[in-house]
């Protein structure tokens, strides 16, 4: 175990009541390089709230979470640094340039290898409200504190600084601390640090805190503490996990068997505290326990806390021995963790199920996800993003990874990668390796380079292809069995790699379902052949185990008996993927579409399961209840996914739909369409997105002459191309489209352009451009069915969820539907048969309550070009999906004013559910 040469100490006077903390500090740290020094950098991470244009504020903002943007200035923290001394002479210092919580200092000697800088620093920090990352003061007062202390960056060769990002990632050397703190009488502190004495007067106690070989340091202070200390011969844990209302004996019991688990992998905890949190757990909970809601009792509130408890104690213990660089090499913590995890409940737990205690219950056994194991769920949640094409390297930096990758599919990867490593060179010899690794480099500088040097050693098997393909790639897996040849005593096995990599996949024989050979096969490039004795086997099965992170098992297997290969099979409702069954799956649907049909009640039919598939389709025969009449929809895609490129996926298909229009009016719509999509494939997080689609709708409707929206021609095709650009992010959303249209007696382009800004002072600008016109219109100028709406489009290609839309009065034809003119007032001309031009704004009044004002310019043949204008309150309930407009003053006069007003109100309402779950994924994805 290394000795630390570096020296934190600071006394620390916390004004609780004022949310502040005066700190005086001084820190040694040894230059262990070979460089000079003449300028060292600091972690400043208290600071990292200051402002809304800090990489933190900037990274809460990227997944969609306002609480900070429009947070109030006292509710932000920050730390004022007053002086910076070396031997009593001042430093020079700054913040870098967009990084406020990095601290640049000239130092006023060069600093030599192996000799130590002796600097001592004044300032004052403000603890934020812990709302928006778990720590700061929090709603009863009490304060969870991390990163609030100033400390030195480190220099392997190299400066590793960086800033806080909500990551929990900051990298700093081990030190020896010593806390001198003054919190106010009727607190209690909780810390991982050995308290060497305390001493208390009338209005403070002041601790003496004391740590060797220490890295960052979490404090909790609290008028009540909600923490228990449960303490063996070496190791006292201290947690305020939820426990469910466990008894005492149980958490006892539960507790020892945990640290009796770390003490056996990783060895003596090289500290006496070892502190787990709720915080620790919130940020980093065990996905799957949660996936129901809490009345719902899937797992005993003991599995719960245990499986909770052991997470969250392997995190913390290789947090605080493992000096990695956190941001930049997670993945090996990563993979440790997920390891003994996955570990764990194949030791102790081997038949829990995914499902937990309900997986037995009746209509729920049937499906095939009740049948998962509860190690199932690691390659599930990782597949989610790589089925979509959504994952990335392991290798990649931290804050470069999606928030799902972040926190789920890349830990979920590394973690059954190893698994699939271990199971490859078998022996356990990646078990011993990475335990030897862990006891060999407790608290000494290490890499994943090191961990790969030492596990390489202890195999003869190649494994580069792990460290490699694996880790430093997002080369997929996907093997299949092509081609077999029986004999009585052998048979002759052609493999396929449907993917360009290395990485071996291991082929089993069965008979029936037992396993009568395993063999590893590696280096396949294209079709690899090999034999092996048949041995009575009646079914050959590529990683049967399920081991290797697959990104396709549904070609794994070959019966040899001479039967179908895929059954047919029939499931209610949508399931895990079966490979083994070629499924249609059955839901009965409820919804609401139209006023016009009303209730529809139908079957689905459909192939989707729980993670994506390339080729989909859905047959939806629904009987509409108020149009007495049999409606539905069918649809077929195939989509091709493309890595490493900006043009990241393509989808054609054809669908079909058959629903009411108006009353006892039907439309059938059938479209084909081919659709590009495009990334910035060098930045996942990036929001930027670009699609072209090509598409043919051919429209057949029934014409009632007495319906105002009929044309001359019912009947109609439009071909239609789109080009879309948008970057949706919270502070600034833009997004424009241009619109072909050619039909057989018209042809028209359009432009849109779209604008949302989040000003600093929480003001909310909306800027809206449309423009339109019709290179080519012979249609009857007394229809404006093909016309450009000033107010309200016809929607002849049946694009949008109206409700209603042949009303001309009446709630329903007071929907607003954000399309072509944009206006909420109906004003007239309502359409243009020539071009159109329109402008719409607003801006916040107050809260969610915006300002809205509409401007345009509508020409139609014959006539010239009339300005229209309106203006009003837009009320946002929730932005894009339910909003209500209130028009003030227009082309009408004041609108407020006249009769009839609540008709001249409009509304918008989204009630589907894809796109209501669009909120959730944009904070994931």
Request: glycine residues 4%; hydrophobic residues 35%.
């Amino acid at each position: 175990m290394a000795t630390s040469q570096n020296k934190i100490e600071l006394q620390a006077n916390f004004n609780l009541e004022q949310r502040e903390i005066k700190i005086s500090q001084s820190i040694t740290y040894f230059n262990t390089s070979k460089t000079v020094l003449d300028t060292i950098y600091l972690n400043n991470w208290a600071n990292s709230f200051s402002s809304k244009k800090t990489p933190l504020a900037k990274r809460i903002a990227e997944e969609y979470k306002n609480d900070f943007h429009l947070a109030k200035s006292e509710d932000r923290g920050y730390s004022v640094i007053t002086s910076i001394t070396q031997n009593k002479e001042s430093l020079h210092f700054s913040e870098l340039k967009n990084q406020t919580d990095v601290i640049k200092v000239a130092l006023n000697k060069p600093l030599q290898p192996n000799e130590s800088y002796h600097i001592h620093l004044e300032y004052l920090v403000r603890i934020p409200n812990a709302k928006f990352t778990g720590y700061g003061v929090t709603d009863n007062f009490d304060y969870n504190l991390r990163y609030w202390y100033i400390t030195p960056a480190v220099y392997n060769g190299e400066w590793q600084y960086y800033s806080n990002k909500n990551l929990n990632d900051l990298f700093i050397p081990i030190s020896d601390l010593n806390f001198e703190l003054k919190i106010p009488k009727g607190y209690t502190l909780i810390s991982e640090l050995d308290t060497e004495k305390i001493d208390d007067n009338l209005a403070e106690s002041i601790i003496y805190l004391e740590g060797k070989n220490r890295i960052n340091t979490k404090l909790y202070i609290a008028k009540k503490s909600t923490f228990n200390t449960i303490q063996d011969e070496n190791l006292a844990l201290v947690s305020n996990l939820e426990d469910k209302n466990l008894e005492v004996i149980e958490k006892v019991l539960i507790t020892e068997k945990v640290t009796k688990y770390l003490k056996t992998k990783f060895g003596e905890y090289p500290h006496k505290r070892l502190l787990l949190s709720q915080i620790d757990y919130n940020k980093d909970p065990l996905y799957g326990l949660n996936f129901l809601p809490n009345f719902i009792r899937a797992y005993p509130n003991s599995f719960e806390y245990e499986v909770k408890l052991l997470k969250i104690a392997i995190r913390n213990y290789l947090e605080n021995v493992l000096l990695i660089n956190p941001r930049k090499e997670q993945w090996l913590l990563d993979g440790i963790q997920t390891y003994y995890l996955i570990t764990y409940i194949e030791e102790f737990y081997p038949n829990m199920k995914f499902f937990g205690g309900i997986a037995d219950i009746w209509g729920i056994r049937s499906f095939h996800a009740a049948d998962m194991k509860f190690n199932d769920k690691y390659n599930l949640a990782f597949m989610l993003m790589a089925r979509t094409n959504r994952d990335q390297p392991l290798s990649m930096q931290k804050d470069s990874l999606l928030k799902f990758n972040s926190n789920i599919a890349n830990k979920y990867k590394a973690g059954i990668g190893l698994k699939y490593l271990d199971d490859y060179v078998n022996n356990n010899v990646v078990e011993h390796s990475i335990e030897t690794f862990v006891k060999t480099n407790k608290l000494k500088p290490t890499s994943p380079e090191v961990f790969r040097d030492f596990i390489t050693s202890k195999t003869n098997k190649n494994i580069n292809w792990f460290f490699t393909d694996y880790l430093t790639t997002r080369k997929k897996l996907d093997f299949k069995i092509k081609k077999i040849t029986k004999t009585e005593d052998s048979i002759t096995v052609s493999i396929k790699n449907k993917r360009e990599n290395n990485m071996p996949v291991s082929l089993y024989a069965l008979k029936n379902d037992s396993i009568i050979s395993k063999t590893w096969i590696d280096s396949i490039e294209g079709v690899k052949i090999l034999t092996i004795p048949r041995n009575n086997a009646t079914k050959l099965v590529l990683n049967y185990n399920n081991k290797i992170p697959e990104i396709n098992l549904r070609d794994n297997w070959k019966s040899l008996k001479g039967l179908s290969n895929k059954p047919l099979q029939f499931r209610l409702f949508q399931d895990i993927e079966d490979p083994n069954y070629s499924q249609v799956f059955f839901m009965p649907i409820v919804e609401f579409d139209n006023i016009y049909d009303g209730f529809t009640l139908g079957l689905k039919a459909y192939n989707k399961t729980v993670l994506r598939k390339l080729f989909n389709y859905k047959i939806q025969p629904q009987y509409a209840f108020k149009s007495k009449s049999l409606t539905g929809s069918l649809s077929l895609s195939k989509t091709h996914y493309f890595q490493n490129k900006n043009l990241y996926y393509m989808t054609y298909g054809v669908g079909s739909s058959y629903t009411s229009y108006a009353e006892d009016l039907f439309a059938r719509k059938i479209t084909p369409s081919i659709t590009f999509g495009f990334r910035e494939d060098d930045d996942f997080r990036s929001n930027k997105r670009k699609f072209l689609q090509f598409r043919y709708v051919d429209i057949h409707r029934d014409k009632d002459d007495n319906n105002l929206l009929s044309s001359e021609e019912p009947n109609y095709s439009v071909f239609n191309a789109r080009y879309t650009h948008s970057n949706d992010n919270l502070i600034n959303y833009s997004r424009w489209y241009a619109d072909f249209q050619l039909g057989a007696q018209f042809s028209k382009l359009a432009f849109n352009y779209e604008f949302r800004k989040l000003f600093e002072s929480n003001r909310q600008l909306n800027l809206r451009f449309f423009t339109g016109t019709f290179l080519k219109n012979e249609t009857d100028l007394t229809s404006n069915y093909f016309s450009f709406a000033l107010d309200r489009p016809t929607d002849y290609l049946f694009d949008y969820s109206y409700l209603g839309r042949s009303e001309e009065s009446g709630i329903f034809s007071q929907q607003y539907i954000d399309a072509e003119g944009g206006f909420k007032s109906k004003l007239r001309p309502e359409y243009a048969n020539q071009w159109i031009s329109t402008l719409n704004v607003s801006t916040t009044i107050w809260n969610y309550i915006l300002a809205y004002g509409d401007i345009g310019y509508i020409k139609n043949k014959n006539n010239t070009a009339e300005f229209v204008y309106d203006s009003g309150v837009r009320v946002n309930l929730v932005t894009d999906y339910f909003e209500i407009y209130f028009p003030v003053y227009s082309n009408l006069g004041w609108e407020i004013s006249q009769s009839s007003y609540a008709e001249k109100i409009r509304f918008k309402i989204t009630l589907e559910p894809q796109a209501l779950l669009g909120l959730f994924r944009r904070r994931w994805f």
